[in-house]
């Protein structure tokens, strides 16, 4: 069975950092574009950034540019979310999201979502 779990998640002050962690099991990861979202409370789901199946390119929110990275591991089936400068605005619950990609195909067949991690910006 495919399962995200999302992990790194916790309260941290304003200005801090967090790093998120998702850890992929039950897909061939490496052709797998994965992304994070995230939700806060009363507000829709949107996105924060993803990377495309080789880890070749990039795209953020532009709120997120600047303060948060990407980055995979598809030895460890691994996907991270390096957040930096947090504010009190990124209090939201962050997912992981991984849809199966390649040759410019993207399959809406093949996507899956973890359980998803509190992050908590607060002094």
């Known amino acids: 069975q495919v399962q995200l779990v999302e992990s790194g998640g916790g309260l941290v002050q304003p200005g801090g950092s967090l790093r998120l962690s998702c850890l992929a099991s039950?897909?061939?990861?490496?052709?797998?574009?994965m992304s994070w979202y995230r939700q806060a409370p009363g507000k829709e789901r949107e996105l924060v950034a993803a990377?495309?199946?080789?880890?070749?390119?990039?795209n953020y929110a532009d709120s997120m540019k600047g303060r948060f990275a990407i980055s995979r591991d598809n030895a460890k089936k691994q996907v991270y979310l390096q957040m930096n400068s947090l504010k009190p605005e990124d209090t939201a619950v962050y997912y992981c999201?991984?849809?199966?990609?390649?040759?410019?195909?993207?399959?809406?067949?093949?996507?899956?979502w973890g359980q998803g991690t509190q992050v908590t910006v607060s002094s």
């Open positions: 990377i495309t199946s080789s880890g070749g390119s990039t």
């Open positions: 039950g897909l061939t990861f490496s052709r797998y574009a």
């Open positions: 999201r991984g849809q199966r990609e390649g040759g410019g195909i993207w399959f809406a067949e093949d996507i899956y």
